[in-house]
């Protein structure tokens, strides 16, 4: 079964066009992120959703907006899309565990959505 | 902020030569350090990773290393084969954060 599964997986469309990209977990984990990778493998984070609720937004355009209707869902929706928003995008998850000072959770990623703006 | 630097940018090493990557960070508060292998148009998985109350962590043939005082620590991988070939990421969190930050990723590539 796949723990982490997004859709579409490739993505090609026009600039100025709006899109979106849906990921859905079944680990139960109450934590989901969106992480941007672009063409120099440079992983960088997005968003996060604790249980629906936003708890990371990155500088990020206002094109980008993230939506989480249950804590397993998390979708990405960009508006007017521009050349440089082409990337692998993943979604992932976790359930952060706090031990302490510590907080710690794997981040199980999904396959990735490749987004080509041309 | 949690700024993480990742040295080299890609690695060649022998078959059954060791590998080394190294990263550094800024932020003393950061205390979780975890590790993830990409291998090519696969997704990031986690491989091991440490806690800042614990100096090395050792599983198989992969080690991780802490050094708190100078803010670095690194990947050892002994006795390297073909499939050790991916793009390796170090990251951290802050205390008490959910914010994962990842480093610049390392390239490795093992010749057979």
């Known amino acids: 079964d796949t723990a982490v599964s997004q859709t579409p997986k490739y993505l090609v469309t026009q600039m100025g066009n709006d899109k979106s990209i849906k990921c859905e977990q079944n680990l139960g984990h109450d934590t989901m992120y969106w992480y941007k990778q672009d063409s120099k493998k440079f992983l960088k984070i997005m968003f996060s959703?604790?249980?629906?609720?936003?708890?990371i937004n990155e500088t990020v355009p206002n094109r980008f907006s993230p939506k989480s209707p249950d804590k397993a869902h998390l979708n990405l929706h960009i508006n007017s899309l521009e050349l440089g928003d082409s990337a692998v995008y993943f979604c992932a998850s976790s359930q952060v565990r706090q031990t302490g000072t510590y907080n710690t959770g794997e981040l199980f990623f999904g396959e990735g959505s490749r987004l080509t703006v041309l | 902020g949690e700024n993480v630097e990742q040295h080299p940018s890609t690695l060649s090493v022998q078959e059954g030569d060791s590998a080394v990557i190294k990263c550094t960070y800024s932020?003393?508060?950061?205390?979780?350090f975890p590790w993830y292998k990409q291998e090519l148009g696969k997704r990031p998985q986690l491989i091991i990773d440490i806690r800042s109350n614990v100096g090395e962590k050792k599983d198989q043939r992969i080690a991780v290393t802490l050094n708190k005082t100078a803010k670095h620590f690194s990947l050892h991988i002994t006795e390297t084969q073909p499939e050790d070939s991916a793009v390796y990421f170090c990251a951290l969190i802050k205390a008490a954060g959910n914010k994962l930050t990842f480093g610049g990723g390392t390239r490795v590539l093992v010749k057979p």
């Open positions: 932020d003393s508060a950061s205390n979780y």
């Open positions: 959703y604790n249980n629906k609720e936003l708890i």
